[in-house]
């Protein structure tokens, strides 16, 4: 069981059962300072984009997307997108699998 107090931010309490009377407690961070946000955002659009081929493998299936929910792909199929090289690896997972081989 882990517990966590927002009085006590960073600090979290881990017990081997739950209501065990045995806990152990863990320092998330290094430091007791506030986490300050980022000063600019990540993806200015407030959209992350997607790779082309995936928006046009998504396109291929217009003509089956019931119209109530056409609206909704539309917005999509204007979404922000970018290039993609063949073969890079797009997950840890893909990379433990071409390690692997």
Not at 37 to 45: G, M, T
Not at 52 to 61: G, R, T, V
Request: with cysteine; aromatic share 10%.
């Amino acid at each position: 069981m882990f517990e966590y107090n927002s009085d006590s931010k960073g600090c979290i309490k881990a017990y081997p059962n739950i209501n065990g009377i045995v806990s152990h407690t863990f320092l998330m961070s290094k430091t007791k300072e506030a986490v300050c946000p980022p000063a600019n955002l990540a993806y200015p659009e407030n959209r992350v984009p997607i790779k082309k081929p995936k928006i046009e493998d998504i396109k291929k299936l217009r003509s089956y997307i019931p119209q109530e929910h056409s609206l909704f792909y539309e917005e999509i199929y204007n979404w922000p997108t970018i290039d993609c090289e063949h073969n890079v690896v797009d997950s840890d997972f893909e990379l433990e699998q071409t390690e692997l081989d």
